[in-house]
């Protein structure tokens, strides 16, 4: 087995979640679904340089998320023919 797990989520269209080693194939096949790096954003703000410049660097969409007390950063994603914003927490 593998001792080490890449630090990939992808979110199928029918709604499936999948992580590490199965998520990989699906950086190409689906970017805008796949999340990856998000360890950088977590604590973050949307206005933060930092943030900024990994967003640009990355398909998926980050967007503001206001899913607790505080503006923090999310990614929004399409499952299930809905539009989502998850968080990197």
Known sequence: GHKIFPSVVSYQDN??????YD???YLNKQP???IYNAKRFI?????????KAYASEHPFHV??????NY??????ITAKGHKTIITPE
């Open 15 to 20: 709604g499936e979640i999948l992580t590490a």
């Open 23 to 25: 998520a990989l194939p």
């Open 32 to 34: 805008l679904n796949t």
């Open 43 to 51: 604590g973050r703000s949307l206005n933060d340089e930092d943030v």
């Open 63 to 68: 967007v503001e998320s206001k899913l607790s």
């Open 71 to 76: 503006s923090q950063v999310g990614f929004q």
